[in-house]
């Protein structure tokens, strides 16, 4: 099981390098299909045999899978690479490292796939990513949801109601809307979806020009990466969950998003609650790591064996 196990060490040390990081760049050779866009926030690193997955919070997915000479490497800026520039396959940037794979037998991208996102299900909304989008128009399919009893939070990453919105902003519209992330939709007045999707649509056009010297650093987020630390506007402590069909990752603070909360929350999967940065490392490959661990510990078996 050596291979599969430096297939695992890697997925672990692309987690700390690029969880929660925006893409400054991204050059894939011969890797067709859909792009990440520059901006967006890497997310996860899944993986399974010998297969290592990078997910962005907009959904899309770069899949790579490896054989035994195969590789993901990691390097700081500036630093020598340890093989030719010219065999690279991929190459992601964030703020302090870059990510190259090596040697993949296939590179594929697509998007996550979400019954309720995908576009064959039902025709895209609008974009929000535009300056003449009609925000009534959005207002409208936020207010005629069909499943009333659907939380906002799965709604605004529906692409048949808005399209453009990732994670990141979905995660941080909220909070500044102080809107629960499980409120029912069915729940919701006019004024309050047309403030989620104005903000939503500033936030966006901000971005649309991005480059690396405007980068938003992850100290400057409300919520989003912010598990076990105060909140900037009440002090109570950020918690993190997956959450809604696609099981995305959820950031929001209890202490003041208050906006239409349920009396019973629905079902999600804790990641982290209660954790304050003296109980350890509160970086989300952290708590990954950690629940690995406990769910080999619980099969009885030794995670590196």
Same mark, same amino acid.
């Given at each position: 099981?050596?291979?599969?196990?430096?297939?695992?060490?890697?997925?672990?040390?692309?987690?700390?390098?690029?969880?929660?990081?925006?893409?400054?760049?991204?050059?894939?050779? $011969?890797?067709?299909?859909?792009?990440?866009?520059?901006?967006?926030?890497?997310? *996860? =690193?899944?993986?399974?045999? %010998?297969?290592? +997955?990078?997910?962005?919070?907009?959904?899309?997915?770069?899949?790579?899978?490896?054989?035994?000479?195969?590789?993901?490497?990691?390097?700081?800026?500036?630093?020598?690479?340890?093989?030719?520039?010219?065999?690279?396959?991929?190459?992601?940037?964030?703020?302090?490292?870059?990510?190259?794979?090596?040697?993949?037998?296939?590179?594929?991208?697509?998007?996550?796939?979400?019954?309720?996102?995908?576009?064959?299900?039902?025709?895209?909304?609008?974009?929000?990513?535009?300056?003449?989008?009609?925000?009534?128009?959005?207002?409208?399919?936020?207010?005629?949801?069909?499943?009333?009893?659907?939380?906002?939070?799965?709604?605004?990453?529906?692409?048949?109601?808005?399209? $453009?919105?990732?994670?990141?902003?979905?995660?941080?519209?909220?909070?500044?809307? *102080? =809107?629960?992330?499980?409120? %029912?939709?069915? +729940?919701?007045?006019?004024?309050?979806?047309?403030?989620?999707?104005?903000?939503?649509?500033?936030?966006?056009?901000?971005?649309?020009?991005?480059?690396?010297?405007?980068?938003?650093?992850?100290?400057?987020?409300?919520?989003?990466?912010?598990?076990?630390?105060?909140?900037?506007?009440?002090?109570?402590?950020?918690?993190?969950?997956?959450?809604?069909?696609?099981?995305?990752?959820?950031?929001?603070?209890?202490?003041?998003?208050?906006?239409?909360?349920?009396?019973?929350?629905?079902?999600?999967?804790?990641?982290?609650?209660?954790?304050?940065?003296?109980?350890?490392?509160?970086?989300?490959?952290?708590?990954?790591?950690?629940?690995?661990?406990?769910?080999?510990? $619980?099969?009885?078996?030794?995670?590196?064996?």
């Amino acid at each position: 099981m050596l291979e599969v196990n430096s297939v695992y060490r890697t997925a672990v040390a692309l987690r700390t390098a690029l969880i929660g990081k925006q893409t400054l760049a991204f050059d894939a050779l $011969g890797c067709d299909g859909i792009r990440p866009v520059l901006g967006h926030t890497i997310e *996860e =690193v899944r993986t399974f045999g %010998r297969n290592i +997955e990078i997910v962005w919070d907009d959904g899309v997915v770069l899949h790579s899978t490896f054989r035994i000479s195969g590789s993901w490497h990691l390097y700081r800026r500036g630093e020598q690479w340890s093989k030719p520039r010219e065999r690279a396959q991929v190459v992601i940037a964030v703020s302090d490292w870059i990510a190259v794979c090596f040697g993949a037998v296939s590179l594929e991208t697509f998007r996550d796939f979400d019954p309720r996102r995908h576009p064959i299900l039902g025709k895209l909304g609008p974009d929000l990513c535009h300056h003449d989008v009609d925000i009534e128009e959005c207002v409208d399919r936020m207010m005629q949801y069909e499943d009333k009893d659907a939380t906002v939070s799965e709604v605004l990453l529906d692409q048949r109601v808005v399209s $453009g919105v990732g994670n990141v902003f979905r995660c941080e519209i909220m909070w500044a809307c *102080e =809107v629960h992330p499980w409120a %029912r939709i069915g +729940e919701m007045k006019r004024a309050e979806c047309r403030e989620l999707l104005t903000l939503a649509q500033e936030s966006l056009l901000a971005h649309m020009h991005y480059d690396e010297k405007n980068a938003t650093s992850p100290n400057e987020m409300a919520v989003y990466g912010r598990q076990g630390k105060s909140c900037q506007r009440c002090g109570d402590l950020v918690r993190v969950a997956h959450h809604g069909e696609a099981n995305r990752v959820l950031y929001w603070c209890p202490g003041c998003q208050t906006g239409h909360q349920p009396l019973v929350s629905p079902n999600f999967t804790p990641l982290s609650i209660d954790r304050t940065p003296a109980f350890g490392d509160s970086h989300p490959a952290s708590h990954i790591l950690m629940n690995e661990f406990a769910t080999m510990r $619980g099969d009885g078996q030794d995670s590196f064996n």
